[in-house]
């Protein structure tokens, strides 16, 4: 008979190892849960989005075309007389991510 060399205990005659396989296989199962939870969850982050409508106070959750890690969208024009040379470099950089992800697919018009 095989025995545990840490226990020194037969394999076949107390519930040792019995016990043993539960323990993996749960932990196993929390292991692929966890995992799967956290690509979930990163699809949603990557795949899915929340953009302002520039015109009235409204938020609207939409699907990215691709993936991208930016969550909230908002652009700094609006239905103002600025034009995209008077914003700043982080402003231009956020109204070109509005236009790519919202403004050219229809969504805020």
């Known amino acids: 008979m095989k025995q545990f060399p840490s ?3 037969p394999v076949g005659q107390s519930g040792i190892s019995g016990n043993i ?3 993996n296989m749960s932990r196993l199962k929390i292991m692929a849960f966890a995992g799967i939870l956290v690509a979930v969850l990163l699809a949603i982050r990557l795949f899915c989005g929340v953009y302002q409508h520039d015109e009235y106070p409204e938020s609207h959750f939409f699907i990215k075309h691709r993936p991208v890690w930016k969550w909230c969208f908002h ?15 982080e402003q231009q950089k956020e109204q070109d991510y509005f236009d790519k992800f919202i403004s050219k697919r229809g969504m805020s018009r």
């Open 7 to 9: 226990l020194g205990v």
């Open 21 to 23: 396989k539960i323990v």
């Open 75 to 89: 652009s700094p024009i609006g239905m103002s007389d600025l034009k995209y040379s008077d914003l700043t470099k």
